[in-house]
T-cell receptor, first 112, second 114 residues
Protein backbone atom coordinates (compact mmCIF):
# COMPACT_ATOMS: atom_id res chain seq x y z
CA UNK A 1 0.00 0.00 0.00
CA UNK A 2 1.14 3.52 -0.68
CA UNK A 3 1.66 6.03 2.10
CA UNK A 4 3.05 9.51 2.70
CA UNK A 5 4.71 10.92 5.80
CA UNK A 6 5.15 14.59 6.50
CA UNK A 7 7.20 14.64 9.69
CA UNK A 8 6.76 18.34 10.46
CA UNK A 9 3.31 19.27 11.70
CA UNK A 10 4.11 22.97 11.98
CA UNK A 11 6.99 25.09 10.68
CA UNK A 12 7.65 28.76 11.38
CA UNK A 13 9.98 30.84 9.25
CA UNK A 14 10.70 34.53 8.90
CA UNK A 15 9.75 36.33 5.75
CA UNK A 16 12.64 36.23 3.30
CA UNK A 17 14.13 33.09 4.80
CA UNK A 18 14.46 29.85 2.90
CA UNK A 19 12.01 27.00 3.36
CA UNK A 20 12.14 23.25 3.13
CA UNK A 21 9.14 21.02 3.84
CA UNK A 22 9.83 17.33 4.15
CA UNK A 23 7.91 14.49 2.54
CA UNK A 24 8.67 10.78 2.57
CA UNK A 25 6.66 8.28 0.60
CA UNK A 26 6.24 4.55 0.49
CA UNK A 27 5.44 2.86 -2.78
CA UNK A 28 6.82 -0.19 -4.51
CA UNK A 29 7.36 1.24 -7.97
CA UNK A 30 8.01 4.65 -9.45
CA UNK A 31 5.53 6.97 -7.82
CA UNK A 32 3.72 9.99 -9.08
CA UNK A 33 4.28 12.71 -6.49
CA UNK A 34 2.46 15.95 -5.85
CA UNK A 35 2.58 18.98 -3.61
CA UNK A 36 -0.64 20.85 -2.93
CA UNK A 37 -1.19 24.05 -0.96
CA UNK A 38 -4.29 24.94 1.00
CA UNK A 39 -4.72 28.59 1.90
CA UNK A 40 -7.08 29.44 4.77
CA UNK A 41 -10.67 28.78 3.78
CA UNK A 42 -9.69 27.59 0.33
CA UNK A 43 -9.53 24.33 -1.51
CA UNK A 44 -6.29 22.66 -2.52
CA UNK A 45 -4.18 24.04 -5.32
CA UNK A 46 -1.50 22.08 -7.11
CA UNK A 47 2.00 23.51 -6.67
CA UNK A 48 3.95 20.95 -8.67
CA UNK A 49 4.13 17.29 -9.58
CA UNK A 50 6.73 14.71 -10.52
CA UNK A 51 6.34 11.78 -12.86
CA UNK A 52 9.74 10.97 -14.27
CA UNK A 53 12.78 12.60 -15.80
CA UNK A 54 14.53 15.50 -14.14
CA UNK A 55 14.42 14.98 -10.41
CA UNK A 56 14.22 18.71 -9.69
CA UNK A 57 10.75 19.96 -10.46
CA UNK A 58 9.72 23.59 -10.73
CA UNK A 59 6.28 24.70 -9.70
CA UNK A 60 4.18 27.77 -9.30
CA UNK A 61 4.82 30.61 -6.87
CA UNK A 62 8.58 30.01 -6.90
CA UNK A 63 8.44 26.55 -5.34
CA UNK A 64 10.52 23.58 -6.36
CA UNK A 65 10.84 20.01 -5.17
CA UNK A 66 13.49 17.36 -5.51
CA UNK A 67 12.78 13.67 -5.93
CA UNK A 68 15.33 11.41 -4.27
CA UNK A 69 14.59 7.77 -4.90
CA UNK A 70 17.32 6.52 -2.55
CA UNK A 71 15.74 8.41 0.33
CA UNK A 72 12.11 7.97 -0.77
CA UNK A 73 11.74 11.70 -0.38
CA UNK A 74 10.16 14.56 -2.26
CA UNK A 75 10.97 17.70 -0.30
CA UNK A 76 9.51 21.06 -1.18
CA UNK A 77 11.71 24.14 -1.17
CA UNK A 78 11.52 27.87 -1.69
CA UNK A 79 14.56 30.17 -1.50
CA UNK A 80 12.76 33.19 -0.05
CA UNK A 81 9.39 32.92 1.68
CA UNK A 82 6.72 35.60 1.37
CA UNK A 83 4.02 36.32 3.94
CA UNK A 84 1.43 35.10 1.44
CA UNK A 85 2.99 31.62 1.55
CA UNK A 86 1.48 31.01 4.98
CA UNK A 87 -0.78 28.01 4.41
CA UNK A 88 -0.99 24.27 4.88
CA UNK A 89 1.02 22.12 2.52
CA UNK A 90 0.21 18.57 1.55
CA UNK A 91 2.39 16.02 -0.14
CA UNK A 92 0.59 13.26 -2.03
CA UNK A 93 1.44 10.10 -3.91
CA UNK A 94 -0.48 8.45 -6.70
CA UNK A 95 0.60 4.85 -6.91
CA UNK A 96 -2.41 2.76 -7.71
CA UNK A 97 -4.63 4.20 -10.37
CA UNK A 98 -7.53 6.41 -9.37
CA UNK A 99 -6.29 7.05 -5.85
CA UNK A 100 -4.33 9.92 -4.39
CA UNK A 101 -2.90 9.37 -0.90
CA UNK A 102 -2.12 12.46 1.13
CA UNK A 103 0.22 13.14 3.99
CA UNK A 104 -1.08 14.72 7.17
CA UNK A 105 0.05 18.17 6.13
CA UNK A 106 2.52 20.80 7.32
CA UNK A 107 1.23 24.13 8.57
CA UNK A 108 3.52 27.01 7.61
CA UNK A 109 3.61 30.22 9.62
CA UNK A 110 5.53 33.20 8.22
CA UNK A 111 6.78 35.82 10.66
CA UNK A 112 7.14 39.43 9.51
CA UNK B 1 -14.04 29.64 -15.54
CA UNK B 2 -13.06 26.02 -14.99
CA UNK B 3 -14.03 25.05 -11.49
CA UNK B 4 -15.41 22.58 -9.01
CA UNK B 5 -18.25 23.90 -6.89
CA UNK B 6 -19.68 22.55 -3.68
CA UNK B 7 -22.82 23.42 -1.78
CA UNK B 8 -23.36 24.23 0.92
CA UNK B 9 -20.06 25.62 2.15
CA UNK B 10 -21.08 25.35 5.77
CA UNK B 11 -23.63 23.06 7.35
CA UNK B 12 -24.74 22.38 10.89
CA UNK B 13 -27.08 19.47 11.42
CA UNK B 14 -28.20 17.00 14.05
CA UNK B 15 -27.52 13.32 14.40
CA UNK B 16 -29.65 11.20 12.10
CA UNK B 17 -30.94 13.93 9.81
CA UNK B 18 -30.19 13.00 6.22
CA UNK B 19 -28.18 15.50 4.24
CA UNK B 20 -26.67 15.87 0.79
CA UNK B 21 -23.62 17.85 -0.21
CA UNK B 22 -23.57 18.66 -3.90
CA UNK B 23 -20.53 18.78 -6.14
CA UNK B 24 -20.42 19.97 -9.70
CA UNK B 25 -17.62 20.44 -12.23
CA UNK B 26 -17.69 22.24 -15.56
CA UNK B 27 -14.55 20.72 -17.09
CA UNK B 28 -16.16 17.61 -18.60
CA UNK B 29 -14.02 15.46 -16.32
CA UNK B 30 -14.75 11.77 -16.12
CA UNK B 31 -13.23 11.22 -12.68
CA UNK B 32 -14.66 12.67 -9.49
CA UNK B 33 -13.87 11.98 -5.87
CA UNK B 34 -14.81 12.91 -2.32
CA UNK B 35 -12.35 13.42 0.53
CA UNK B 36 -12.66 14.32 4.15
CA UNK B 37 -10.02 16.32 5.94
CA UNK B 38 -9.41 15.94 9.65
CA UNK B 39 -6.65 17.52 11.76
CA UNK B 40 -3.51 15.43 11.79
CA UNK B 41 -4.89 12.97 9.25
CA UNK B 42 -4.67 14.91 6.02
CA UNK B 43 -7.21 14.10 3.34
CA UNK B 44 -8.74 10.65 3.12
CA UNK B 45 -10.73 9.43 0.17
CA UNK B 46 -14.36 8.50 0.78
CA UNK B 47 -15.64 7.48 -2.66
CA UNK B 48 -14.67 8.03 -6.24
CA UNK B 49 -16.29 7.71 -9.63
CA UNK B 50 -14.65 6.92 -12.92
CA UNK B 51 -17.69 7.87 -14.99
CA UNK B 52 -21.48 8.01 -14.99
CA UNK B 53 -22.95 5.15 -12.99
CA UNK B 54 -19.45 3.93 -12.00
CA UNK B 55 -18.53 4.47 -8.36
CA UNK B 56 -16.22 2.75 -5.91
CA UNK B 57 -15.19 2.94 -2.28
CA UNK B 58 -12.16 4.82 -1.11
CA UNK B 59 -10.44 4.45 2.23
CA UNK B 60 -13.24 5.63 4.53
CA UNK B 61 -16.63 4.92 2.90
CA UNK B 62 -18.61 3.90 5.99
CA UNK B 63 -21.62 6.08 6.61
CA UNK B 64 -21.58 7.70 3.17
CA UNK B 65 -23.29 7.15 -0.16
CA UNK B 66 -22.69 8.68 -3.56
CA UNK B 67 -24.32 8.67 -6.94
CA UNK B 68 -23.20 9.65 -10.41
CA UNK B 69 -26.18 10.06 -12.69
CA UNK B 70 -24.69 12.90 -14.69
CA UNK B 71 -21.10 13.47 -15.66
CA UNK B 72 -20.86 16.89 -14.04
CA UNK B 73 -22.44 16.06 -10.66
CA UNK B 74 -21.30 13.83 -7.84
CA UNK B 75 -23.35 14.35 -4.66
CA UNK B 76 -22.28 13.01 -1.29
CA UNK B 77 -25.10 11.65 0.84
CA UNK B 78 -25.08 11.11 4.59
CA UNK B 79 -28.26 9.18 5.31
CA UNK B 80 -27.86 9.17 9.08
CA UNK B 81 -25.08 11.56 10.07
CA UNK B 82 -23.20 11.02 13.31
CA UNK B 83 -20.87 13.35 15.22
CA UNK B 84 -17.80 11.47 13.99
CA UNK B 85 -18.67 12.70 10.50
CA UNK B 86 -17.99 16.27 11.57
CA UNK B 87 -15.26 17.23 9.16
CA UNK B 88 -14.18 19.33 6.20
CA UNK B 89 -15.21 17.72 2.93
CA UNK B 90 -13.65 18.25 -0.47
CA UNK B 91 -14.82 17.23 -3.87
CA UNK B 92 -12.25 16.84 -6.64
CA UNK B 93 -12.22 15.97 -10.32
CA UNK B 94 -9.73 15.06 -13.00
CA UNK B 95 -9.87 14.31 -16.68
CA UNK B 96 -9.82 10.53 -16.59
CA UNK B 97 -8.58 9.44 -13.19
CA UNK B 98 -5.21 8.38 -14.51
CA UNK B 99 -2.37 7.79 -12.12
CA UNK B 100 -0.56 11.05 -12.64
CA UNK B 101 -3.40 13.39 -13.41
CA UNK B 102 -3.89 16.60 -11.53
CA UNK B 103 -6.99 16.66 -9.41
CA UNK B 104 -8.91 19.93 -9.14
CA UNK B 105 -10.51 20.62 -5.80
CA UNK B 106 -13.62 22.42 -4.75
CA UNK B 107 -13.58 25.02 -1.95
CA UNK B 108 -14.71 22.59 0.73
CA UNK B 109 -17.80 22.03 2.85
CA UNK B 110 -17.46 22.31 6.59
CA UNK B 111 -19.93 20.01 8.33
CA UNK B 112 -20.82 19.96 12.01
CA UNK B 113 -23.01 17.15 13.28
CA UNK B 114 -24.46 17.75 16.74
Amino acid sequence: AQSVTQPDIHITVSEGASLELRCNYSYGATPYLFWYVQSPGQGLQLLLKYFSGDTLVQGIKGFEAEFKRSQSSFNLRKPSVHWSDAAEYFCAVSGSARQLTFGSGTQLTVLP
Amino acid sequence: EAQVTQNPRYLITVTGKKLTVTCSQNMNHEYMSWYRQDPGLGLRQIYYSMNVEVTDKGDVPEGYKVSRKEKRNFPLILESPSPNQTSLYFCASSFGGGQGETQYFGPGTRLLVL
